[in-house]
């Protein structure tokens, strides 16, 4: 297991350098000065000047770098110029929305995927799993910003359940909070469904074919026994990593919703950066979104290592 | 989520090369079935429509009409107009056309770039592979919508600026699928043949490895299109896509959306068209694979 977690770390530390240079080199090396973009196009010659060296872009590359890094790892992403808040406060200010948007996604689609995925499993060809498996082809195709419209016409313009866009905070009114939350969370959680239920069911049917399966059947044991204490365990570990490599495709969702839904999470802060030209908010928050997705991965690596020891033997399921 | 941010996760695909001798069977096309036929179609249709749109007479997708603002269908406007009274029909096609050669172009750089090194990895072995395997998974490791979006912020909205970067970032997904199958390759029996032979390695990557290869990344490409089209999709939904007043489909989505309830099919049709289209290259490239895949198993 040590041996094991000293590689992963091992593997963690160029990544990460990768990650965080990469983040700050958006900034440095793409063409274009960087503080004509950001003082917009009615700026004076002083005004540019006065952001260059309120930015140290007048010094040399590597010590920027070093200079940058430095104050990042002590929590200093730097302050914005337009806003004058700073970055980190702006990300902790909105992250947990960002968060419980992301959570209860995830909730409501285990709750579809669970289910159907057992169920497709246990009767794999059959009516229900042929249902499934088609309207689960079918949502992945369909674009986040497209079911979000069509979430918006059904449930916001026809039926008129519930807001369109908008947030509530969840101190000030927890039930409107929920409902401000339905939709958003709903469009990320359609697409994480059907994601989950094709690999439940995959990996259900093979740990079916078990002979402890067979066993457990010839001892007598009931069905939902079988499939949820005996099939299910199992089967949640694939379940598990792919949760882990979500969560880049689920920033980049909540980038997208949080847009359309005007939640002020993470993902409508680089929007706004993004819209403002605010580079230095861009930049804090692409870097900090890139740590958090690479340490995220890591650890349900570990983690996944944790619940099977396959993994950690060097037994890898290829 | 639904909506696949740009993030091309590789479902790697290895295929064995037919047998010498027994070729395929007869009519494998017609195992493809149906809907994959319908696919087909249905691309060629967008395609046709999208090469063809000069040429088409249709309405000047930019002209608007304020007295006829989300007007239906009509014998002038057959799929009615948006908010701004354009012809939707026209701003379909020309939408089409920046959706596709964004799709295409991006898939094809990544997909020359990373089969290259995805192949010359699995081949040469050794560091050279560490260094591209480590490099690749440092690219994955970074949200990909993210980082178009910032990437596009800092040097523009060109429409070749944002084919180079969904490109670039398609380059690791093609390059793990040419490598997985280039290692199984390369330990079958006419490659030991060729090199006892006296081929060349350069000979035996190009001649031996590289046909051998193509069948199963060109079925990845098309679900790579995909990605690229929802990629660009996203952006344009955003306005960070082509600026206006282009058509782009993300962008005509984006423009009905504030009269959803007067004019739901401004955002409806060409929300549509976007989802057949995606949903027609899913299903052309799983059926594809899976009869490349019994071509494996026949083996």
Not at chain 1, 101 to 106: E, R
Not at chain 1, 149 to 175: E, K, R, S
Not at chain 2, 238 to 255: D, K, N, Q
Request: proline letters at 6%.
């Amino acid at each position: 297991m040590l041996t094991f977690v000293r590689g992963k770390v091992l593997h963690l530390v160029p990544v990460m350098f990768a990650v965080t240079c990469f983040s700050f080199l958006l900034t440095s090396l793409l063409p274009g000065d960087a503080a004509v973009v950001m003082a917009g196009p009615n700026a004076t010659a002083e005004s540019v000047a006065a952001l260059r060296s309120g930015l140290k872009l007048d010094q040399p590359l590597p010590v920027r770098y070093v200079d940058w890094l430095g104050k990042a790892v002590r929590g200093d992403l730097g302050t914005s110029p337009r806003s004058q808040t700073r970055v980190l406060e702006s990300i902790r200010e909105r992250l947990p929305i960002t968060l419980e948007l992301l959570l209860i996604a995830q909730v409501m689609g285990l709750l579809v995927a669970v289910p159907i995925g057992i169920a497709s499993a246990y009767r794999a060809g059959g009516i229900l799993d042929q249902a499934a498996s088609g309207a689960a082809f079918a949502v992945l195709a369909i674009p986040g910003f497209v079911v979000a419209i069509v979430l918006i016409y059904l449930f916001a313009v026809q039926m008129d359940l519930v807001p369109a866009t908008g947030y509530t905070p969840l101190l000030t009114n927890p039930l409107e909070n929920l409902r401000s939350f339905f939709l958003p969370a709903l469009t990320v959680a359609l697409g994480e469904a059907a994601a989950y239920t094709r690999l439940l069911r995959s990996d259900m049917i093979a740990t079916l074919q078990e002979d402890y399966i067979a066993m457990a059947r010839a001892k007598g044991l009931p069905t939902w026994h079988i499939l949820l204490r005996h099939a299910l365990k199992p089967s949640s570990f694939t379940l598990l990593t792919v949760l882990g490599i979500n969560i880049g495709r689920l920033l980049g969702g909540a980038l997208i919703v949080e847009t359309i839904f005007a939640l002020p999470g993470i993902g409508r802060l680089l929007v706004e950066a993004i819209y403002a030209r605010d580079l230095v908010v861009v930049q804090g928050v692409v870097a900090f979104v890139a740590v958090a997705f690479v340490l995220v991965n890591f650890g349900v690596d570990l983690l996944y290592a944790v619940l099977d020891p396959r993994i950690r033997h060097g037994r890898a399921l290829a | 989520m639904a909506a696949h941010s740009p993030d091309l996760t590789t479902e790697a695909i290895i295929v064995a090369p037919a047998a010498a001798g027994v070729d395929r069977p007869p009519r494998a096309w017609h195992r493809l079935g149906a809907s994959f036929w319908l696919s087909v179609a249905w691309l060629a249709l967008v395609t046709l429509v999208a090469v063809a749109a000069p040429a088409l007479h249709l309405a000047d997708p930019n002209l608007q009409d304020l007295t006829d603002r989300g007007g239906s269908a009509s014998p002038q406007h057959l799929l009615g107009t948006d908010g701004l009274g354009r012809d939707m029909l026209s701003r379909l096609a020309w939408g089409a056309r920046i959706s596709l050669t964004v799709g295409c172009a991006s898939t094809l750089l990544g997909m020359v770039v990373g089969t290259l090194l995805g192949m010359t990895a699995g081949y040469v072995r050794g560091r050279p592979e560490g260094v591209v395997v480590a490099t690749m998974d440092a690219l994955l490791a970074f949200p990909a919508l993210v980082l178009i979006l910032a990437v596009t912020t800092f040097i523009g909205h060109d429409i070749s600026i944002i084919v180079g970067v969904i490109g670039f970032l398609g380059i690791p997904a093609f390059a793990r699928v040419a490598r997985a199958n280039t290692l199984a390759l390369a330990q079958r029996e006419f490659v030991l043949a060729a090199r006892a032979m006296g081929a060349s390695e350069l000979r035996i990557i190009g001649l031996e490895i590289l046909p051998n290869i193509v069948a199963p990344v060109l079925t990845f490409g098309l679900l790579v299109v995909a990605v690229a089209m929802i990629a660009e999709g996203t952006l344009a939904f955003l306005g960070l896509s082509v600026p206006p007043p282009a058509a782009s489909w993300g962008a005509m989505v984006a423009e009905g959306r504030g009269d959803l309830d007067i004019w739901p099919q401004v955002s409806l049709i060409p929300a549509t068209v976007f989802f057949l289209t995606i949903f027609a290259l899913n299903l052309a490239a799983d059926r594809l694979r899976r009869v490349v895949e019994v071509r494996e198993s026949r083996i």
